[in-house]
């Protein structure tokens, strides 16, 4: 009955025998614990999420992302969730850039590096970018909803999701809304009526920003506020990931460009930024799945 | 700066120019993969709503969610395991990154589901 520490081990099997059991460097296992660190951040913020979307009473006014999510810059009318696929495409290509840098890198081949990690710094740079384009369209709403004196609640529509003056705007209409949630309805008011009964509403509620309803809640255009916190929190934290690996591999390039790696006989910093890249590209994946799809 | 008592695994990581095109086929082939993949999602996400008769939306939305979810997963899986190379490397380093984070995860979701469902069936009696 000897325990562990009265065994003989030989030492080639330890890390004292100067062999690590995981075979991979100090640098990318460090990379790895932190990476799922973050991943337990992220997971947290999905999770609570689900359970705010998940307690909501059946018939609940949690909207749907492709009823939310349905606005193209430059253009007028409906296009459910093409931005964001713009958005998940440019990402997932900047993924396939990163690991083709690696691959170069492995190669010791530094022009190739150079082309593929300045392709993943552009790719992100656009993603930064779209994603401020849709926090802006976010917040400034697509039409809004307005209540009238019975309670009753009507969606505003219009193809240049015009919250000043939608009564205005080319295609204007309104739905009759079928109970809470964003945009459900199936009953349309067009023309000279749907201004008249515009005309006559209590409260027009539009955009990101919480109002006061008539029943005393608080609400906003796409319905319970907690939607458009968590949209915020979650996609403002995968953002400013996103920010961040963009500055960190704009470091590694000019280091690439500067032979650092390259004297140093290996282009494992590329790999290990390139881990962090993923990563980000990952999350989105399920932010995606999560908030604009399920 | 140069250091002895560092083994460079990394040096271990280079590889020829042969190795490098089978890599680079796989790479673009599990590019290929998440881009259809995701096509899928967007068109699914987009117009379910047109693509089943009304009467059948709630069941039709089931299939329709548990399918992005499970999408999802593999996608995820590539990313990992190609993208990163998890794959490629030793299983004790796979088992310990994959198997706490898998355990502590599927506990998070187990409690978060167990808990709304009491907050949302309170809800419903309180309202």
Redesign the interface.
Same mark, same amino acid.
């Given at each position: 009955m000897s325990g562990e520490a009265s065994k003989s081990i030989p030492n080639d099997v330890l890390w004292g025998g100067?062999?690590?059991?995981?075979?991979?460097?100090?640098g990318?296992?460090m990379m790895?614990f932190f990476l799922?660190s973050d991943?337990?951040t992220f997971?947290?913020l999905l +999770?609570?999420y689900?359970? $705010?979307r998940?307690?909501?009473?059946?018939g609940g006014s949690w909207p749907m992302? #492709?009823s939310v999510f349905r606005a193209l810059p430059f253009l007028h009318g409906d296009y459910?969730?093409?931005y +964001?696929?713009f958005m998940? $495409?440019v990402l997932?290509?900047s993924?396939?850039t990163?690991?083709?840098a690696? #691959?170069?890198g492995?190669?010791?081949y530094k022009q190739g590096v150079i082309k593929w990690l300045f392709l993943t710094v552009i790719g992100g740079a656009i993603f930064v970018g779209s994603q401020v384009w849709e926090w802006g369209h976010f917040i400034h709403g697509s039409g809004g909803s307005i209540t009238m004196m019975d309670g009753s609640k009507y969606w505003v529509h219009n193809d240049e999701h015009d919250t000043e003056n939608p009564t205005e705007a080319a295609g204007f209409h309104l739905v009759k809304a079928e109970g809470d949630r964003y945009l459900y309805g199936t009953e349309e008011v067009e023309g000279n009526e749907a201004k008249a009964i515009f005309a006559e509403r209590v409260a027009y509620t539009h955009g990101a920003s919480p109002m006061w309803s008539s029943e005393g809640t608080i609400e906003n255009e796409y319905g319970q506020p907690q939607y458009a916190n968590f949209f915020f929190f979650i996609t403002g934290f995968h953002g400013f990931h996103v920010f961040s690996g963009v500055i960190i591999n704009f470091i590694i390039l000019i280091m690439v460009a500067r032979g650092v790696f390259h004297r140093r006989?290996?282009y494992?910093m590329v790999?290990k930024a390139?881990?962090y890249w993923?990563?980000v590209?990952?999350v989105w994946?399920?932010v995606?799945?999560f908030f604009?799809?399920? | 700066m140069e250091r002895d008592d560092i083994i460079e695994y990394s040096l271990d990581a280079h590889h020829s120019e042969e190795h490098g095109k089978q890599i680079r086929r796989k790479i673009w082939m599990v590019t290929a993969f998440l881009a259809a993949v995701t096509a899928v999602e967007v068109f699914l996400g987009a117009y379910w709503r047109n693509i089943f008769p009304v009467e059948t939306h709630a069941a039709a939305w089931q299939w329709v969610k548990w399918g992005f979810i499970v999408l999802t997963l593999v996608k995820a899986t590539y990313i990992v395991m190609t993208f990163m190379h998890l794959g490629d490397e030793r299983r004790s380093i796979r088992s310990v990154i994959l198997l706490p984070y898998g355990l502590f995860i599927m506990y998070l979701i187990f409690i978060a589901i167990w808990e709304s469902n009491y907050v949302n069936r309170m809800l419903e009696l309180f309202q």
């Open positions: 100067g062999r690590s059991p995981f075979s991979v460097s100090y990318k296992m790895w799922v991943a337990l997971s947290a +999770v609570g689900g359970f $705010a998940h307690s909501m009473p059946p992302g #492709e459910p969730l093409i +964001v696929a998940t $495409a997932i290509f993924s396939v990163m690991v083709l690696v #691959e170069a492995h190669r010791m006989g290996h494992e790999e390139g881990l993923h990563f590209d990952l994946v399920f995606f799945t604009y799809l399920v | -």
